[in-house]
């Protein structure tokens, strides 16, 4: 159930200010102080009861908190991001020390470094349109850019390749020296105001939300009846396995959570477009990007040239998009679409023509950028030619 703030009254005191009103201002500001840390998520201090939201207004008594250079949960988050990637570097220089190297176990933590990278760069852009937040943005989506490229040129070799999986760590662990100072200037910027601003100025934004619909206020725990889709799923035959969630949502489906994102995933056999199962995602700490809460399916065949026809049946509590993107296991997208979800059934579903082949294509259903829950149900990929047309 959503709270709502608690606003306190503060009753007139007397002319001369006595014990009873220092008191009931110190109380007010320890009431105000609450109200705007549970306003923030993702703070490291500890996240907000999902739908918890701050008061519009401070009362009259209570001096702003002022601006900073950059958004404080998008720097906590990018703070994150950066400590992770700092620990893979650690497991990589671990597994260089090792003889004979080994190169699955390298493989998987360049991996990791991998979609952690590309999930920091898509964070960046939220980071503040402060002239130095943008140009601090700009140098540390470059290091994320490069450790990607090399990452994405490593994973390129056979884990056979001793000598390439080496190389591309030991790049890795010397690029990763670049993120320490950054860290550093990340929390100055945390802490640092625009030149110029007034000590009045307003004081923290909420998380930027650009693309993102607001929270819905229904109980958790009612959930929209089942209904039907408007127009059929295509037919045919589909790569995906379980693409109706029947069998559960686990393997070959997985949600993969970013650093600083809170979701989890059910089967559901009361609401669906068609029976007698649906998949259901509750978020409780949603992400600035899409990618930061991640259904996906892997070891899809796609072949250059080729087209192929997606859909989907998407329903959510309240109006809200997701970003279909269909990518190399590397991260590289292929094609990518954003659909818009609403609180009645609805089918979206598009036809792409390949651009490369690829044995081990990924399927990503993204669902950052907002805490509503949605619902997924017939999931399907299949060859063009083979599937009805809407």
């Not at 306190?8 to 500001?29: F, H, I, K, N």
């Not at 607001?214 to 379980?242: C, E, F, I, K």
């Amino acid at each position: 159930m959503t709270r709502g703030p608690v606003t306190p009254v503060v009753r007139p005191g007397p002319r001369v200010p006595g014990p009873e009103l220092l008191g009931g201002l110190v109380a007010l500001s320890v009431v105000a102080i609450l109200t705007i840390t549970l306003a923030w998520p993702l703070e490291t201090g500890g996240p907000a009861a999902p739908g918890a939201t701050a008061s519009p207004t401070a009362p009259p008594s209570i001096q702003p908190t002022p601006s900073a250079v950059v958004d404080p949960a998008i720097a906590d988050l990018l703070i994150i991001v950066n400590r992770r990637l700092i620990r893979i570097g650690e497991s990589l220089s671990q597994e260089l020390a090792r003889d004979p190297l080994r190169t699955t176990d390298v493989s998987t933590a360049i991996r990791e470094l991998n979609g952690i990278a590309r999930y920091g760069g898509e964070a960046l852009d939220a980071l503040g349109p402060d002239p130095a937040a943008q140009a601090f943005a700009e140098r540390l989506g470059q290091v994320y850019a490069s450790l990607r490229e090399e990452a994405t040129l490593t994973l390129g070799a056979s884990v056979t390749n001793v000598t390439a999986y080496r190389r591309g760590a030991e790049r890795l662990v010397e690029m990763l020296e670049a993120l320490p100072p950054l860290q550093d200037e990340l929390a100055t910027l945390k802490v640092s105001r625009p030149t110029g601003l007034a000590s009045t100025s307003p004081g923290p934004t909420p998380v930027p939300t650009t693309g993102a619909t607001p929270v819905s206020t229904a109980s958790a725990d009612v959930a929209p009846s089942p209904g039907s889709s408007p127009r059929p799923v295509p037919g045919g035959p589909s790569q995906l396995v379980n693409g109706g969630f029947e069998d559960g949502v686990g393997t070959p489906w997985a949600l993969q959570l970013a650093p600083g994102a809170s979701a989890t995933i059910e089967q559901d056999r009361v609401t669906f477009a068609t029976g007698p199962a649906a998949a259901r995602i509750d978020v409780s700490a949603g992400t600035p990007a899409f990618s930061g809460i991640s259904l996906q399916q892997r070891g899809l065949r796609i072949q250059a040239g080729a087209r192929f026809t997606f859909a989907i049946a998407l329903r959510s509590e309240a109006a809200r998009d997701v970003r279909i993107r269909i990518a190399s296991h590397t991260g590289e997208t292929y094609v990518a679409r954003v659909a818009a979800a609403s609180q009645t059934w609805s089918v979206t579903q598009f036809t792409f023509a390949a651009p490369i082949s690829d044995d081990d294509a990924v399927l990503e259903i993204d669902v950052g950028r907002s805490d509503v829950t949605i619902w997924l149900d017939d999931v399907h990929l299949g060859a063009a030619a083979l599937l009805t047309q809407p």
